[in-house]
């Protein structure tokens, strides 16, 4: 059984305890049980059953607070006791800020999700040869503190110290690039061809990720050496979430990888995976497609992990992906926690079993 999108339900919680009954309350082994709900939080009291009758001793309320830095002001002024993690990240600087106050634990734990820049596959200008160069000409060194290889992060199954290829930065060379494909530099510096500007439209959000405007202006300045422009547009996360999947109205987008057992196929397959009603969201590679179909039908291990080699050079050579930021699960909590652990899951990821609140 997956994180998502499946779930085990106990009969009891539908109407004739059948598959199509209408539902009547959540029957569940966890730590907590619903005592209150609203669009502003949730208010989770200890389920008695839990851990063989042997329940938490506190209180969780889950509070919705949809800007990161406001999230940081939340921890500072005592309303929340824990934030961070995948759902309800901060900044890398609010991080660093807090870690010089001892009235604070930061706890960072091992994660497998990675950020990155996906190209619209229906942009007809942008071909494999200016993806290229656009990734020639982002200094990723500046993005991140972990050195950015590939796509995804070396913990990820299939992933190894060799088969992802690291592209480094190279300003001239991406030069070439552009003009390799009839683009001339303007007077305002940019490159051009039949009077048209070489010039995207970024889509970000920082709602749940509040560090891509930074990465964004960075890789805005870095292209802006290389003579390509870059338009950033911030959305709110219901409209970010509309353009990428529905509207399509973007040239290039930040985006994340899925986490944990989801990587990598289900992710690539999601994602990039063309089919017959069209092609992927991310991408329009067939080849890539085949490969990610000999894979679902290949049991043996060490075919998988060839199949999975060849992926990865696929990514690489047509430029699918332009890694931004591997992420560790990080969070902040207050004196009010003794002892905090991961669980291991980034959607889930406090292991209330061992939470320890004073």
Same mark, same amino acid.
């Not at 609010?94 to 996906?118: C, P, Q, R, W």
């Not at 991140?144 to 088969?163: H, I, P």
């Not at 996360?237 to 985006?255: A, G, P, Q, R």
């Not at 989801?262 to 329009?284: D, Q, R």
């Given at each position: 059984?997956?994180?998502?999108?499946?779930?085990?339900?106990?009969?009891?919680?539908?109407?004739?305890?059948?598959?199509?009954?209408?539902?009547?309350?959540?029957?569940?082994?966890?730590?907590?049980?619903?005592?209150?709900?609203?669009?502003?939080?949730?208010?989770?009291?200890?389920?008695?059953? !839990?851990?063989? /009758?042997?329940?938490?001793?506190?209180?969780?309320?889950?509070?919705?607070?949809?800007?990161?830095?406001?999230?940081?002001?939340?921890?500072?002024?005592?309303?929340?006791?824990?934030?961070? /993690?995948?759902?309800?990240?901060?900044?890398?600087?609010?991080?660093? #800020?807090?870690?010089?106050?001892?009235? !604070?634990?930061?706890?960072?734990?091992?994660?497998?999700?990675?950020?990155?820049?996906?190209?619209?596959?229906?942009?007809?200008?942008?071909?494999?040869?200016?993806?290229?160069?656009?990734?020639?000409?982002?200094?990723?060194?500046?993005?991140?503190?972990?050195?950015?290889? /590939?796509?995804?992060?070396?913990?990820?199954?299939?992933?190894?110290?060799?088969?992802?290829?690291?592209?480094?930065?190279?300003?001239?060379?991406?030069?070439?690039?552009?003009?390799?494909?009839?683009?001339?530099?303007?007077?305002?510096?940019? !490159?051009?061809?039949?009077?048209?500007?070489?010039?995207?439209?970024?889509?970000?959000?920082?709602?749940?990720?509040?560090?891509?405007?930074?990465?964004?202006?960075?890789?805005?300045?870095?292209?802006?050496?290389?003579?390509?422009?870059?338009?950033?547009?911030?959305?709110?996360?219901?409209? !970010?979430?509309?353009?990428?999947?529905?509207?399509?109205?973007?040239?290039?987008?930040?985006?994340?990888?899925?986490?944990?057992?989801?990587?990598?196929?289900?992710?690539?397959?999601?994602?990039?995976?063309?089919?017959?009603?069209?092609?992927?969201?991310?991408?329009?590679?067939?080849?890539?497609?085949?490969?990610?179909?000999?894979?679902?039908?290949?049991?043996?291990?060490?075919?998988?992990?060839?199949?999975?080699?060849?992926?990865?050079?696929?990514? #690489?050579?047509?430029?699918?992906?332009?890694?931004?930021?591997?992420?560790?699960?990080?969070?902040?909590?207050?004196?009010?926690?003794?002892?905090?652990?991961? #669980?291991?899951?980034?959607?889930?990821?406090?292991?209330?079993?061992?939470?320890?609140?004073?």
């Amino acid at each position: 059984c997956q994180t998502r999108p499946l779930r085990i339900m106990s009969p009891h919680s539908v109407e004739g305890e059948k598959v199509d009954g209408a539902f009547k309350e959540a029957i569940g082994t966890g730590a907590f049980t619903v005592k209150e709900i609203s669009a502003e939080q949730v208010l989770m009291e200890p389920n008695p059953y !839990y851990n063989h /009758g042997n329940p938490v001793n506190y209180q969780v309320n889950f509070k919705t607070i949809e800007d990161g830095n406001s999230r940081t002001l939340a921890l500072k002024s005592g309303e929340v006791d824990v934030v961070g /993690g995948t759902l309800g990240s901060i900044t890398d600087s609010d991080i660093n #800020s807090l870690k010089k106050d001892k009235s !604070y634990n930061v706890h960072k734990f091992e994660g497998t999700m990675s950020h990155f820049l996906a190209f619209n596959p229906d942009n007809q200008v942008l071909t494999s040869t200016i993806r290229k160069g656009i990734e020639l000409a982002v200094n990723k060194s500046t993005l991140s503190d972990k050195k950015l290889v /590939g796509l995804f992060q070396e913990n990820v199954k299939y992933v190894s110290t060799d088969n992802q290829e690291n592209i480094p930065y190279d300003l001239n060379k991406a030069r070439s690039m552009f003009e390799s494909e009839g683009y001339v530099e303007n007077a305002e510096g940019y !490159y051009e061809k039949a009077n048209n500007v070489l010039a995207f439209d970024l889509v970000i959000q920082t709602t749940e990720f509040p560090e891509w405007k930074e990465q964004a202006e960075i890789i805005e300045s870095d292209l802006k050496k290389a003579g390509v422009k870059v338009n950033i547009n911030i959305f709110d996360s219901e409209s !970010y979430y509309d353009v990428l999947w529905n509207t399509k109205k973007y040239d290039m987008i930040f985006y994340r990888t899925y986490t944990d057992a989801l990587l990598p196929y289900n992710f690539l397959n999601s994602l990039y995976h063309n089919t017959a009603e069209g092609h992927g969201v991310l991408a329009n590679d067939a080849k890539l497609t085949n490969l990610l179909d000999d894979f679902a039908v290949t049991i043996q291990e060490k075919k998988q992990q060839q199949i999975f080699g060849n992926i990865f050079k696929r990514i #690489s050579e047509e430029t699918l992906a332009i890694p931004i930021d591997y992420k560790d699960e990080k969070f902040v909590t207050s004196s009010k926690i003794s002892e905090f652990h991961y #669980s291991g899951l980034s959607d889930a990821p406090i292991d209330f079993k061992k939470l320890v609140v004073k």
